[in-house]
C-alpha cells in the first residue's frame, strides 16, 4: 500500500494557523509589555480610556497568549505533525480538507470577537476561563471541529502505530473538553430571567466549589495548554531537527502516562490555606511534588536524544531553542512543586513569584518551542530556507536574556513582598503598612517591563525573519531531510 | 498492551480519560454539599450589591485584589477574620482572586467609608499617595446595569433557590421594585459623596457604577 515516493501533504490549514500564531503572539506580548509597564509606570494606564487600565488588559494579555498564540501554534504543528506521522494528507479527503478550513476560520473569527469581548467588559471573571457564555458556545464547537479533523485523519491514516507527539495532542483535546466544559457551567440570566443583559451568565457552582473547580481547570488548563501539546511539538521537531532517534521510548511511556495521571490532582496547590478541605490541600500538595518525575522524564528524554550530538549547538540555532526550551520547562516543572510546598505557598502566594513561575514557563519553554517549530516548518511549507541565521541568533540572545530577568526581578520582588507581609517587630506588631511592600517593587517592576520590551523585540525580529523567509528567501528544489537551511 | 493501545486509538483515547478524569472525581465531589453551606446568618446580595459586584467583575479587580484572608496572624491581624468556607455560600463566581499587587477586600467593608472609596477611585494617589492602582474616573459616568443585576438574582433564586424574599431576608420582588429599592439603597451612599454628577444622576433615577460598586465594597465585612 505504501509506495516509495514521498507523500504530498497539503499545508494550506498549517500555513493559515502559523500566520495567527505570529499575529496573536505579537498582539499578546505587546498587551503584555503594555501591562508589565503600567505597574512600573501608572500613566500608562490612561491610554485607551476605560478600556486600557491594567485590570481591564490582563485577561486580555491572557487570552491572547493562551488561546491566540499557543493554540495556533499547536494547531499548525499540529496538521503538520498529524499528516506526517500518520502518512497521510489531508487533502486525501475532501471531507477532512473542509473541516479543517472551517475549523481555522471559526477559529480566527472566535477569537476576534473574544478579545474584543473581554476589551468591553464581558467577562466571567474566572482566571483564564473569563469568556461569556456564548463565547464558550463557540469554543466549543471550534474544538468538536478540531476532534473531528484528527481522529477523521487518524481514521483515514496509512501509519497504523501512533507516534508519541500524537498521544499528546490526543490528550490534549480530551483534557482541554473535559476541563472547559466543567468550569464553564453556567446559567445565562437573561434565559431565565428574561431581562438584562444577553451576555450575563452566573456559575453554577458557588464560593468553595467553584474555587475548586476553577483551579482543577486552571491548573490543568496549564497542564494541557502550556505543557502536553507542547510536549507534542517538540517530541517530533527536536529529533527532525537533529536527525537523532528518540532517546528512550520507555521513558517517554513513563512520562505521559504519568504526567496523565498525576497532573489533575494537583489543581489544588493553587488553594493552600484557603477554604478547601486540608486533605486536598496535602493532596495538592504531595502530588505537585510527584509531578517532577514525569515532567523531567519528557525533558531529559529530550536532552539526552542530543546524546552525542552537542555540536550541533553550536552551529544550528534551532537547535539552541529547543535544548533550551527543555531547560527552561526543567525549570519550571522544578519550581512549581517548591512552590506548592506548604510553607513555601504560605509566602509565595498573592506575590510575583507566581508570575515569574509562569512567564520562565511560558516564554522560557512554550513560545520558544513553538517558535522553532514554526522556523523548523517554514523550510517545508513555504518550500524556501530560513532567511537570516544571525537574526535567529540576535533573538535567541535578546529572548534569553529577557527570559533571565523577567524570572530574576519576579523571584525577588515575590520573596520580598511575602517576607514583608509577615515582618513583625520586637512587639509583634505588623512593621510595613501594604503600601510599602508596593513602592518597594517597583524598581523590579521596572526591570520585568524591560525584560518584557526586550522579548517583545525579539518577537518582532522573529516576525520580520518569517516574513521575509515566507515571501523573499531562496526557493528550495528539495525538501530538506533534517536540518533546516538557513542563510 | 501500551503498544495495543498505541494501535488502537479508540482505545487509548477512552484510556486517557479515564486517568485523566478520576482526580477531579475523587477531589472535589465528596465535599460538594457541604461547602455549598451558607455561614448561620447569611443574606443573598441585594440588588444593587450584585450590579457593583458586576463592576467589579467587568473591570476585573481580581487582577490585583484578593477577597481570601488566609489563617496567619500576619494576615488577621491586617485584614481581620480568616475567611470562612460558608461566606462565599452566595458568590457565583467565587472572587477569591490569586493576585495582591493590592490589598485583600474580604473585610474592606469594615474599615474604608463611602468618602474613602469615593476619593480612591477619582484618584487613589489622593488617598495613598505611593499608590499605582489606576483611576476609574468611568465608573462615575458610567450607569450601572440594574436589570442585569435584577436577573442573576432573579435566576439564583429560581434555578439554585438562593433564599430571597424569606422573612427577615433580602426582599427581591419584581423588576420594579427591585428598581425602587435598588435607588433607595443608592440614594443613601450617594448622600455621603460629593461629586454632583454622582448625585444629580441619582436624583434623576439613574446609578452610576461608582454608587453600586461602593454599595459593593460596603457588603464585603
Known sequence: ?????????????????????????????????????????????????????????????????????????????????????????????????????????LYFVGALIGVVSLLLGFSASKEYAEFEWPIDVVVVLIWVIWG????????????????ISLWYYIACFLGIAMLYLFNNMEVPTYLVAGVGSVWHSVSMYSGT?????????????????????????????????????????????????????????????????????????????????????????????????????????????????????????????????????????????????????????????????????????????????????????????????????????????????????????????????????????????????????????????????????????????????FRSPMA | MFHWLEKNPFFFSVGVFVVIAFAGLIEILPNFAEASRPVLGLKPYTVLELAGKEVYKKDHCIACHSQLIRPFKSETDRYGMYSLSGEYAYDRPFLWGSKRTGPDLHRVGNYRTTDWHENHMWDPTSVVPQSIMPAYKHHFTNIADIDTAYAEAFTVKTVFSTPYDIEGGVKLGTLDEAKVAALAEAKVIAADMKNQNVKDAVTRGEIPEIVALIAYMHRLK
Open chain 1, 1 to 105: 500500500m505504501q509506495s516509495n515516493a514521498a507523500l504530498e501533504y497539503d499545508y494550506s490549514v498549517v500555513k493559515l494557523f502559523t500566520y495567527t500564531t505570529i499575529l496573536f503572539g505579537f498582539l499578546g506580548m505587546l498587551i503584555g509589555t503594555l501591562i508589565a509597564s503600567q505597574l512600573a509606570f501608572p500613566e500608562l494606564n490612561y491610554l485607551l480610556g476605560e478600556y486600557g487600565t491594567f485590570s481591564r488588559l490582563r485577561p486580555v494579555h491572557t487570552n491572547i497568549v493562551i488561546y491566540g498564540f499557543t493554540l495556533s501554534g499547536i494547531w499548525a504543528t499540529f496538521y503538520y505533525v498529524g499528516q506526517r506521522t500518520l502518512k497521510v494528507s489531508i487533502a486525501e479527503s475532501k471531507f477532512l480538507t473542509i473541516m479543517s478550513k472551517v475549523h481555522f476560520w
Open chain 1, 148 to 163: 473531528v479533523t484528527m481522529f477523521g485523519l487518524i481514521g483515514i491514516r496509512r501509519e497504523k502505530t501512533l507516534y
Open chain 1, 209 to 481: 466549589n467553584d474555587a475548586l473547580v476553577q483551579w482543577w481547570f486552571g491548573h490543568n488548563a496549564v497542564a494541557f495548554a502550556f505543557t502536553v501539546p507542547i510536549i507534542a511539538i517538540i517530541y517530533y521537531f527536536l529529533p527532525k531537527e537533529s536527525g537523532q532517534a528518540v532517546y528512550s521510548y520507555k521513558l517517554s511511556l513513563l512520562s505521559f502516562w504519568g504526567l496523565m495521571f498525576v497532573y489533575l490532582w494537583a489543581g489544588s496547590h493553587h488553594l493552600l490555606y484557603a477554604t478547601v478541605p486540608d486533605w486536598m490541600q496535602t493532596m495538592g500538595s504531595i502530588f505537585s511534588i510527584v509531578l517532577i518525575l514525569p515532567s523531567w522524564g519528557s525533558a531529559i528524554n529530550m536532552l539526552l536524544t542530543m546524546k552525542g550530538e552537542w555540536n550541533q549547538l553550536t552551529d544550528n540555532p534551532l537547535i539552541k531553542f529547543m535544548v533550551l526550551a527543555s531547560t527552561f520547562y526543567m525549570l519550571s516543572t522544578l519550581e512549581g512543586p517548591i512552590q506548592a510546598i506548604k510553607s513555601v505557598n504560605a509566602i509565595a502566594h498573592f506575590t510575583d513569584w507566581i508570575p515569574g513561575h509562569v512567564h520562565d514557563g511560558v516564554l522560557g519553554w512554550v513560545a520558544f518551542t513553538i517558535m522553532s517549530a514554526l522556523f523548523h516548518m517554514a523550510p517545508r511549507a513555504f518550500k524556501r530556507e530560513i532567511y537570516s541565521k544571525s537574526l535567529m541568533e540576535t533573538q535567541f540572545w535578546l529572548q534569553t536574556t529577557a527570559v533571565v530577568l523577567y524570572f530574576t526581578s519576579m523571584w525577588i520582588a515575590g520573596i520580598t513582598q511575602g517576607m514583608m507581609w509577615r515582618a513583625v517587630d520586637e512587639y509583634g506588631n505588623l512593621m510595613y503598612s501594604f503600601i510599602d511592600t508596593v513602592a518597594v517593587l517597583r524598581p523590579y517592576y521596572t526591570i520585568r517591563a524591560l525584560a518584557g520590551l526586550m522579548y517583545l523585540t525579539g518577537f518582532i525580529i522573529f516576525t520580520y525573519n518569517m516574513y521575509m523567509t515566507i515571501t523573499a528567501s531562496k526557493k528550495l528544489e528539495e525538501e530538506p531531510q
